[in-house]
């Protein structure tokens, strides 16, 4: 079992790399209020975890991560097509990164939708 100062140390590694990372996407498109839905990130965890849940996957989900490890792959994919889409040979601009990272965004957080919608209600027997 960890220590508290084990926990504090790492909540205070995990929030400095949120921050880099938060700085990073922001000087990418090159607008101070980005965040994780602009580029189609948070629509793609979203994705990834849903199909795991709906194929039940439970604890064993990608490589033995359960959910967590298939959202990551899906937040994975989505940033690699968000990036891939708009630079084909091209360069790529802010605006088009973008433009990609919200369309994407919003086509996975449909098909999201269709996954988790139809889906059974858990019960608690």
């Known amino acids: 079992m960890a220590t508290a100062g084990a926990r504090a140390l790492l909540a205070a590694l ?3 790399g949120l921050g880099v990372v938060g700085t990073a996407v922001q000087a990418l498109v090159r607008n101070p209020l980005a965040d994780p839905y602009l580029l189609g990130n948070l629509h793609g965890a979203s994705l990834g975890g849903g199909a795991a ?3 039940g996957a439970g604890a064993g989900g990608v490589l033995g991560m359960g959910l967590s490890g298939a959202a990551f792959a899906g937040r994975c ?3 690699v ?3 891939w889409w708009p ?8 605006l088009r990164l973008v433009l990609a990272g919200v369309a994407i965004g919003q086509f996975l957080s449909g098909f999201t939708s269709y996954l988790v919608l139809p889906a059974p209600a858990a019960t608690n027997s």
């Open 81 to 83: 097509l968000v990036c």
């Open 14 to 16: 995990v929030g400095a």
């Open 87 to 94: 630079g084909r040979g091209r360069q790529v601009l802010p």
């Open 53 to 55: 849940d709906r194929a």
């Open 77 to 79: 994919g989505s940033f």
